[in-house]
């Protein structure tokens, strides 16, 4: 059974605190990508990644960045958290073609910034 | 130009009815529409993809229906169960780039 998993489900963090967000797939997808999930706008992409050691900025990049060292870890790191970063945040992984294929989610981690 | 419009934002159903939910875009270059569901407390799943070279495509209760000319297509959900309840994503996407997902639709079947 394909798996994505997430280091978290549940995170709670002071304003100004470094986080880390950890994402381990084990179906050998060399895509993998980072969104977040508010209510009424969807899933939107902060970062996503091709290739080990290779990361694209998605659609609201500003206060996150990424690390992929290994083929199977995606990690997403808030460098000084926000009020405004409080959310639902899903970490998935496709193949090779990352339209046509099928991405595979993780379960989420809700983070509260206080 | 890079969006997917999606409504209803949400919508409820009795049970046995049929569930329809709408999504328009604007990029003619998108040729892969997905949809994903999305039960609570877990990340979203893949429920029923169409590519544009056909106009509908069924998969048991579900089906898509795709008007190419209308840059619109939609999700028909026949029969609908309490176990459908969920929140939808449509989407679309063009060979490698990246997925582009619709806001959602949060269904609701009454029993």
């Known amino acids: 059974d394909v798996k994505v998993t997430q280091s978290s489900r549940y995170l709670v963090k002071r304003t100004g605190e470094k986080v880390f967000l950890e994402c381990v797939q084990d179906?050998?997808?060399?895509?993998m990508f980072w969104y977040r999930q508010d209510p009424g706008l969807g899933l939107r992409l902060i970062y996503f990644?091709?290739?080990?050691?290779?990361?694209e900025k998605g659609d609201i990049p500003e206060g996150y960045s990424v690390s992929r060292e290994k083929k199977e870890r995606f990690s997403l790191i808030l460098e000084s958290a926000s009020t405004n970063q409080t959310s639902m945040y899903l970490c998935?992984?496709?193949?090779?073609?990352?339209?046509?294929?099928?991405?595979?989610f993780g379960p989420g981690t809700r983070l509260t910034v206080l | 130009q890079q969006q997917v419009k999606q409504s209803p934002q949400s919508l409820i159903v009795q049970k046995g009815g049929i569930s329809i939910i709408n999504c328009a875009y604007e990029?003619?270059?998108?040729?892969?529409f997905p949809w994903y569901q999305q039960f609570p407390g877990k990340g979203p799943a893949l429920l029923i993809a169409?590519?544009?070279?056909?106009s509908e495509k069924k998969e048991g209760r579900f089906t898509i229906s795709f008007n190419k000319s209308a840059k619109q297509f939609s999700l028909h959900i026949m029969d609908s169960q309490p176990g459908d309840s969920a929140t939808y994503f449509c989407?679309?996407?063009?060979?490698?780039?990246?997925?582009?997902f619709g806001k959602g639709t949060r269904l609701h079947i009454l029993p």
């Open positions: 998935a992984s496709s193949g090779t073609s990352g339209g046509y294929n099928e991405q595979f």
């Open positions: 179906m050998d997808h060399e895509n």
């Open positions: 990644s091709y290739d080990v050691k290779m990361k």
């Open positions: 990029n003619t270059a998108f040729d892969y």
């Open positions: 169409i590519r544009p070279d056909v």
């Open positions: 989407a679309a996407s063009h060979r490698d780039d990246k997925i582009i």
